[in-house]
């Protein structure tokens, strides 16, 4: 093919290759912006615990300020920072003193985020289950599934179980809510969650629901919650797609000098 049509296509291939390559170097500036300012946080390089403004951001790393107002947006998402129209933007307080983890989810607006049920019912515990929830044979769970969906963008296909000895009621408002908040209002203190990463493909019916192909890279992760009391309220496994983690943990000297000495005592 030659002529006007030729170049015009031609044109607007590399219009639109040009536009790809410009949203990832966007995309790749915004996430250094955001680890380097989380970076400084840590290291108490603002004292009086407030971030420069973002005209100062934007010329201090050199990137626009959009790109300052995208890092900001998912810092303060994080809950991270907080802004005060007409008086700046402050670090929270003692966001510093906690390990704290950053994922796809928490990186997001409340708001952008939300999840679409599939299915919820009541089944009979299995040995794992019943291992994982420390409950009788005879007791049985609540099984939901529901698509998370962040930005408008169907990103994660999750299967939970909640033990009916907590929670006696559960409805579509609940799963397609948050179940932290279901936990609270129930008067449950949360503790901690042990989440476990590991690299997957999609199946069929998972890249059907995801509107992605058979086969592509996706994380599988393993979740249970404890309460304050010890017992375990929910363990999920979770496939996800466009997944990106951060971790902020304290060193464990401790652990660390355990483990090496343990391998040197291997190696003799």
């Known amino acids: 093919m030659s002529g006007p049509k030729a170049v015009c296509r031609t044109e607007h291939w590399l219009h639109r290759d040009r536009s790809k390559r410009g949203a990832r170097m966007t995309a790749k500036k915004t996430q250094f912006l955001i680890e380097d300012l989380i970076s400084k946080i840590f290291q108490h390089q603002f004292p009086e615990g407030k971030l420069p403004a973002e005209r100062v951001l934007a010329q201090d790393y050199g990137v626009s300020?959009?790109?300052v107002q995208q890092a900001l947006n998912r810092l303060e998402g994080m809950g991270m920072i907080h802004r005060q129209r007409g008086d700046?933007?402050?670090?929270?307080?003692?966001?510093?003193?906690?390990?704290?983890?950053?994922?796809?989810?928490?990186?997001i607006q409340y708001s952008t985020l939300r999840s679409e049920m599939l299915s919820l019912r009541k089944i009979k515990a299995g040995p794992e289950l019943i291992r994982i929830f420390d409950i009788e044979a005879s007791e049985e769970v609540w099984e939901f599934?529901?698509?998370?969906?962040?930005?408008?963008?169907?990103?994660?296909?999750?299967?939970?179980?909640?033990?009916?000895?907590?929670?006696?009621?559960?409805?579509?408002?609940?799963?397609?809510?948050?179940?932290q908040n279901l936990a609270m209002e129930q008067g449950y203190r949360i503790s901690r969650f042990m989440t476990t990463y590991r690299p997957t493909q999609?199946?069929?019916?998972?890249?059907?629901?995801?509107?992605c192909k058979k086969g592509e890279p996706?994380?599988?992760?393993?979740?249970?919650?404890?309460?304050?009391?010890?017992?375990?309220?929910?363990h999920s496994n979770i496939t996800a797609i466009h997944y990106e983690c951060t971790y902020i943990v304290p060193f464990?000297?401790?652990?660390?000098?355990?483990?090496?000495?343990?391998?040197?005592?291997?190696?003799?």
């Open 202 to 211: 999609l199946t069929r019916e998972e890249a059907g629901l995801l509107s």
């Open 145 to 179: 599934r529901r698509v998370r969906i962040m930005n408008y963008i169907k990103t994660q296909i999750e299967t939970g179980y909640l033990p009916c000895t907590l929670f006696p009621y559960v409805d579509r408002e609940s799963v397609e809510d948050s179940i």
């Open 65 to 67: 300020r959009y790109t």
């Open 88 to 107: 700046g933007i402050y670090i929270r307080r003692n966001v510093q003193k906690y390990p704290m983890v950053y994922n796809s989810a928490t990186q």
């Open 252 to 268: 464990n000297k401790e652990v660390y000098l355990h483990r090496r000495n343990r391998h040197k005592e291997k190696d003799k």
């Open 218 to 234: 996706a994380f599988c992760i393993t979740s249970r919650g404890y309460l304050r009391d010890g017992r375990v309220f929910v």
